[in-house]
């Protein structure tokens, strides 16, 4: 997979481009060789946010490419290029490996690349991706897919984390790791991690709810139930549910399960403690239950999960 080819369109997003970019330029470690020959491909100059690019080829470079990177776009309901389209779809056809960064997926599901297969892309248009190609299965709540030829990652960070799996598959994880250190960002996040979306609080100081969140983190360690939230609140167990599902589009208790695995992350993240002490900390009662909850909603064990953000940091004793 020697030659990535980028393309580079009017209304793409710069961070995604410029990203892929830094990583597939030029390999910083020297361990790879050869390292991927990054070309940028384009009708002409664009107008990528609020800076201009000037491709090194045309888009026709796409189909002679090992791997094709298509960066987020702005608008997903603006009709993708006739030309971006057909570039995809010679490339497909022609064999390259396809990639979408975050909201790229839009332009390999309107390729028709996607039927059939796993996607994902930034949550926030999930929901879109989903209902306008109903035949691509579209995973809201994964950082990255992989389905061998055609991948897609979501938002932002989780593109840099898609960049670096290819860097693992095509080189191993010692260059991975290497390339990670030079971003300073974990070495290795697993695909089906959960991607983080902050639950909602309120947003004014005089809503119902606003002095009853603060509250409730603080007592995350005793066990709660929605009749003692209720009581905090001063109203009744039907109101306040009306009330969470209008503020966090979800149950009290939903809500307090994601606060809690929140600060279980916090304290594998932060502390040494012992799984069954941040189990109690965070409280889910024991580590038997953490690690059931937390694999569910994170994607990952709790072990799996210290050890990434441990190896991103500096070496112990350091």
Not at 38 to 58: E, K, N, S, T, W
Request: with cysteine; proline share 7%; charged share 20%.
């Amino acid at each position: 997979m020697s030659t990535v080819a980028l393309a580079a369109t009017d209304g793409m997003l710069h961070f995604e481009l410029a990203m892929a970019c830094e990583i597939f330029a030029h390999d910083p470690s020297g361990l790879a060789d050869p390292w991927y020959d990054l070309v940028v491909c384009g009708p002409g100059p664009a107008g990528i946010g609020r800076f201009r690019m000037d491709p090194d080829d045309g888009l026709e470079r796409l189909a002679r490419a090992d791997t094709v990177i298509i960066p987020a776009v702005e608008d997903v309901d603006a009709e993708v290029p006739p030309d971006l389209l057909d570039a995809v779809r010679a490339a497909h056809a022609a064999g390259a490996r396809l990639v979408s960064l975050c909201t790229g997926a839009f332009v390999l599901a309107a390729a028709g690349v996607l039927d059939g297969l796993r996607a994902t892309t930034h949550w926030a248009h999930t929901e879109v991706l989903a209902a306008r190609y109903p035949r691509v299965e579209v995973d809201p709540d994964v950082l990255y897919v992989d389905n061998g030829s055609v991948l897609a990652s979501a938002g932002k960070a989780a593109a840099i984390d898609l960049c670096l799996h290819l860097i693992r598959r095509d080189h191993g994880s010692t260059v991975a790791n290497a390339v990670a250190r030079r971003l300073v960002v974990p070495p290795h996040r697993a695909g089906g991690q959960a991607q983080f979306v902050t639950t909602p609080v309120p947003a004014r100081d005089d809503h119902p709810l606003a002095e009853l969140f603060p509250w409730a983190m603080e007592r995350l360690d005793r066990p709660l139930t929605v009749e003692d939230l209720a009581r905090r609140a001063n109203m009744s167990s039907r109101n306040l549910t009306r009330h969470f599902r209008s503020v966090t589009g979800t149950t009290p208790l939903q809500w307090l399960s994601t606060q809690r695995i929140r600060r279980a992350q916090e304290l594998l993240e932060q502390t040494d403690d012992g799984i069954d002490a941040i189990a109690e900390a965070a409280g889910l009662g024991t580590a038997t239950t953490l690690r059931r909850h937390f694999h569910r909603t994170v994607g990952v064990p709790p072990d799996a999960y210290r050890r990434t953000f441990r190896s991103a940091g500096p070496a112990a004793g350091s």
